[in-house]
T-cell receptor
Framework: DAGVIQSPRHEVTEMGQEVTLRCKPI?????LFWYRQTMMRGLELLIY????????DSGMPEDRFSAKMPNASFSTLKIQPSEPRDSAVYFC?????????????FGPGTRLLVL | QKEVEQDPGPLSVPEGAIVSLNCTYS??????FMWYRQYSRKGPELLMY????GNKEDGRFTAQVDKSSKYISLFIRDSQPSDSATYLC???????????FGKGMKLTVNP
């Protein structure tokens, strides 16, 4: 199994530019999570999907952030326009919800730097 | 007050030491308690999973949950340099997929 795949692994952009982060969950998993990790705030849940439907987006910081999951094998997190305070490591995780213990498997992350 | 508090350290110990990592929480609805390990420049990976109060042991690792005190611990026996990583506690309410993480404790085990 290839695990959760994220791209790009690193992104450097200038303030005001649009940034799109991509995630391919583990095949067969039915839940997908987007997290942001910073030194100041730690690992925070931004949004999660179950069966491609957004369930909870209460962690999305503001309207500049949007996420989509058009099918079971692909999700995007978009920031438009980007700001320096968005600099962080963004993780995607997936899990299989099967009525019991569910483990979230994390991708390697995308390191975003907004100048 | 954050829902989950974790001393960010860092913590440095000699090889073979016993390591104790702790988290406190304020939400009494948390029922599932986890410890994730994150190596440098990698994503977190699940290390231990505990439901409700009690102890769970897996090799050199022991997880403890004390719901009455809202306190969880991870003990590492005979620590190894390969244990050097950031350890994050995480919790969720019953029936919820949302995990709330501590900020993580960076551990270094010196040979």
């Amino acid at each position: 199994d290839a695990g959760v795949i994220q791209s790009p692994r690193h992104e450097v952009t200038e303030m005001g530019q649009e940034v799109t982060l991509r995630c391919k969950p583990i095949s067969g998993h039915n839940s997908l999570f987007w997290y942001r990790q910073t030194m100041m705030r730690g690992l925070e849940l931004l949004i999660y999907f179950n069966n491609n439907v957004p369930i909870d987006d209460s962690g999305m910081p503001e309207d500049r952030f949007s996420a989509k999951m058009p099918n079971a094998s692909f999700s995007t997190l978009k920031i438009q326009p980007s700001e320096p305070r968005d600099s962080a490591v963004y993780f995607c995780a997936s899990s299989l919800i099967a009525g019991g213990r569910e483990t979230q498997y994390f991708g390697p992350g995308t390191r975003l730097l907004v100048l | 007050q954050k829902e989950v508090e974790q001393d960010p350290g860092p913590l440095s110990v000699p090889e073979g030491a016993i390591v104790s990592l702790n988290c406190t929480y304020s939400n009494s609805a948390f029922q599932y308690f986890m410890w994730y390990r994150q190596y440098s420049r990698k994503g977190p990976e699940l290390l231990m999973y505990t439901y409700s109060s009690g102890n769970k042991e897996d090799g050199r690792f022991t997880a403890q949950v004390d719901k009455s005190s809202k306190y969880i611990s991870l003990f590492i026996r005979d620590s190894q340099p390969s244990d050097s990583a950031t350890y994050l506690c995480a919790m969720s309410e019953g029936g919820s997929e949302k995990l709330v993480f501590g900020k993580g404790m960076k551990l270094t085990v010196n040979p």
